[in-house]
Nanobody
Framework: QVQLVESGGGLVQPGESLTLSCVAS????????MSWYRQAPGAGRERVAT???????IYADSVQGRFTISRNNDRNIVYLHMNSLKPDDTAVYFC?????WGQGTLVRVSS
């Protein structure tokens, strides 16, 4: 079955960087569209970035130019590289494919 396991969250200060990882299994990773979503406290879930199997990417306006999604099809991992983090980026970040979700990893940006 599809399994997605996120890691890499933590507490950082504004302006710092963080990279999240999502290890995938149970499906053909190399052709799958992979996405990162986030859910801030009291808010709905927001799509942050999406990458196709060929490496085409889409970003939310709120993270464009600061976040980069990438993938390693040999290792079945999708990454979210986050730069210039802001307190508004505080959220639980989820990996998603084909309506399957990981358990999430918490990113907290605070001074």
């Amino acid at each position: 079955q599809v399994q997605l396991v996120e890691s890499g969250g933590g507490l950082v200060q504004p302006g710092e960087s963080l990279t999240l990882s999502c290890v995938a299994s149970g499906f053909t990773f190399s052709t799958a569209i992979m996405s990162w979503y986030r859910q801030a406290p009291g808010a709905g879930r927001e799509r942050v970035a999406t990458i196709s199997g060929q490496g085409n990417t889409i970003y939310a306006d709120s993270v464009q130019g600061r976040f980069t999604i990438s993938r390693n099809n040999d290792r079945n991992i999708v990454y979210l590289h986050m730069n210039s983090l802001k307190p508004d980026d505080t959220a639980v970040y989820f990996c998603e494919t084909m309506s399957h979700w990981g358990q999430g990893t918490l990113v907290r940006v605070s001074s």
